[in-house]
């Protein structure tokens, strides 16, 4: 017979470690399960204070504190303070395998079952769910889908992700250079974004868009360009990554339900991506906490769970998704650049955006209340078109 738990969480990454962890910790017997740790995941690494309060802890060590950010477009570019006098550090950057390590430990710490096993088939019997891996079973009450956009268990209890609704991840790992700051440069086509996150010993450099819309040969060609462009001639070595991110519209969004019966969806394997800046593990770990505390609230947590989205994650990621299309027009593209070289209050807001601090249903009237009078004009003909 297979070894039975009250709850199997599938993946352990953020969303999945987390909560197994809070299970755990409340005596609740839990198996996380996931085959890939050690790994480095495709990601920039930024983690936001927000995210790190969520845990109430630092992964240890070798996290790059983040002080500013550049922002560029069309050869222009403007540098946002992301830290000052008596403001901690909002954002640092981790190798995702020190992170995720540090969430799985603890998990395990708690309490949790850890099966370094990949599940490779997943099948309703009664009341129960039965995992199969090559080395066996287990059987559970409940499954948590925490295992990514390629997930195995939404694939088994809701619809797979159309294409439109994923992002491709992709650059490089170039080592032997880093940095205090992170880079974005937009791009028009496709609408989407380069960045470089610093860590210890390389930068993480990458692009994302629609998938849709471009290619992985195409993007690679666009994260080339821009590493000769501002990086010049680089002696390390390039690791190249690539990987889907959920990047819902707002139509799919409205869809998700992310529970079922006997089932929760969290993270990516829920979609929970800011459609903009493809950034997920704020919602991962919220997400994870949020299908805990339904499991042990009893009652129907399929219910309760689906209820915590929609009153919190959904509503801006909605705001996210319809702002998507206007967010990444050359027009508004230009016009923040022109704003953040002249106005160090629009500079405070792209900072808290960056951060996780800004909410997207208020950003536009911020802007509009922050701005100084000669900015004014050009958001009130934005906010027209």
């Not at 694939?155 to 790992?173: E, H, K, M, N, W």
């Not at 080339?224 to 462009?229: A, E, F, L, N, S």
């Not at 399929?302 to 206007?326: C, G, N």
Request: aromatic share 8%; hydrophobic share 45%.
């Amino acid at each position: 017979m297979p070894e039975a738990f009250e709850v199997a969480v599938v993946g352990a990454g953020p969303a999945g470690a987390w909560c197994a962890h809070q299970l755990a910790a409340a005596g609740v017997a839990v198996t996380l399960i996931d085959g890939s740790h050690p790994r480095e995941k495709p990601c920039g690494g930024g983690v936001t204070a927000r995210a790190l309060a969520l845990v109430g802890d630092r992964a240890p060590g070798r996290a790059m504190m983040i002080d500013t950010a550049s922002f560029g477009y069309g050869g222009r570019s403007a540098v946002v303070p992301l830290t000052g006098p008596g403001i901690p550090p909002r954002l640092e950057v981790f190798s995702r395998r020190v992170f995720d390590e540090r969430l799985l430990q603890r998990a395990a710490a708690a309490g949790a079952s850890v099966l370094s096993e990949r599940v490779t088939a997943i099948e309703r019997q009664g009341p129960l769910w039965r995992l199969d891996t090559r080395n066996g079973s287990v059987s559970a009450r409940w499954i948590v889908g925490a295992d990514g956009a390629n997930s195995l268990v939404r694939r088994r209890v809701a619809q797979t992700f159309a294409r439109p609704d994923l992002s491709i991840a992709c650059g490089y790992y170039v080592h032997g250079a880093t940095s205090s700051r992170i880079d974005i440069e937009f791009v028009a086509r496709p609408a989407g974004y380069v960045w470089s996150f610093p860590r210890r010993d390389h930068l993480a450099i990458g692009i994302g868009a629609q998938a849709d819309e471009s290619t992985t040969p195409a993007l690679m060609a666009i994260v080339d360009d821009w590493i000769r462009t501002h990086l010049g001639r680089l002696e390390g070595r390039r690791e190249r990554y690539s990987w889907p991110i959920p990047s819902l519209t707002a139509a799919s969004l409205e869809r998700e339900t992310g529970a079922g019966d006997g089932w929760l969806l969290c993270g990516d394997a829920a979609g929970l991506v800011d459609p903009i800046t493809r950034e997920g593990i704020f919602f991962a770990i919220q997400s994870g906490a949020f299908a805990a505390e339904s499991l042990l609230a009893g009652g129907d947590p399929a219910r309760t769970y689906r209820e915590r989205l929609r009153a919190t994650i959904y509503p801006e990621l909605l705001h996210a998704a319809r702002l998507k299309s206007r967010f990444f027009r050359p027009a508004f593209v230009s016009l923040l650049i022109h704003a953040l070289q002249r106005s160090d209050r629009v500079g405070a807001v792209m900072a808290d955006l960056v951060a996780g601090e800004q909410p997207y249903h208020s950003l536009r009237a911020r802007l509009l209340r922050t701005c100084e009078f000669g900015l004014l004009w050009d958001l009130l003909r934005l906010q027209r078109t």
